[in-house]
Every structure is written in C-alpha cells, then in structure tokens.
C-alpha cells in the first residue's frame, strides 16, 4: 500500500490549509486511517484518525474543533481540513493506514499503523 500525501504550505496564523493523501488500494472495512505530525526535535504526535467503514473519528484534544478528518471512499482518499491555524500547528504531518482493524483507543498510537505516507510540511507564521 503506498500513500501520498500533499497539500502543506506556508500559511499565516488564523488561515486554513486542507491535506489530502490518497491511498493506491482500498481501505478495508475496519481499517483505520489517520494523521500525524512530527516537529523538529519532538516526536511523532498523533493528529487524527477515522475508521473506514463507520467514518467514525477521533481527534488530539490540541486540534478539536479546529481539524476535520474526512474521506472519499471512490477516491480512497482521506482529507485533513485544518482552519484557525497557530504557529505551534508547525509540523511534518504524515498519513497512515493500519493493517488491522484498530479499536478506537489504539487509533492515536503510531504503531497502530503499518503504512505511512511521505509527508507535507505544513508552517505556520504568527
């Protein structure tokens, strides 16, 4: 399974960026698809997830409200619409695919997953 993901830039505090990552084969039913972000000289820090079939979602507590995971099942696609940005948003965020059917406590843990996708930098200005 290969994942791109893409739609990163440079964008001020406040503003909104939208990233996508699109997956070469479908999702099973139960898998879990999700974002993470990693900052420099921290670790890799779960973002967001869904289940596929459900389209049930968790979130981190520091994006509730402001982030919004989404997918296109024909586009075996995953969306991560992200508004009122801040510069601590600063980050390489990554895409994901588990291999297994996650429970949703184990859907924020990165090894979870088996697939990664490259990752699309994402700055924040303030």
């Known amino acids: 399974v290969q994942l791109q993901a893409y739609g990163g830039g440079l964008v001020q505090a406040g503003g909104s960026l939208r990233l996508s990552c699109a997956a070469s084969?479908?999702?099973?039913?139960?898998?879990?698809l999700g974002w993470f972000r990693q900052a420099p000289g921290k670790e890799r820090e779960f973002v967001a997830a869904?289940?596929?079939?459900?389209?049930?979602?968790r979130y981190a507590d520091p994006v509730k409200g402001r982030f919004t995971i989404s997918r296109d099942n024909a586009k075996n696609t995953i969306y991560l619409q992200m508004n009122s940005l801040k510069p601590e948003d600063t980050a390489v965020y990554y895409c994901?695919?588990?291999?297994?059917?996650?429970?949703?406590?184990?859907?924020?843990?990165?090894?979870?997953?088996?697939?990664w996708g490259q990752g699309t930098q994402v700055t924040v200005s303030s």
């Open positions: 869904l289940r596929w079939n459900t389209g049930s979602t």
């Open positions: 994901a695919k588990s291999s297994g059917n996650p429970t949703t406590l184990y859907m924020g843990l990165p090894r979870t997953y088996a697939y």
């Open positions: 084969e479908r999702a099973f039913t139960g898998n879990a």
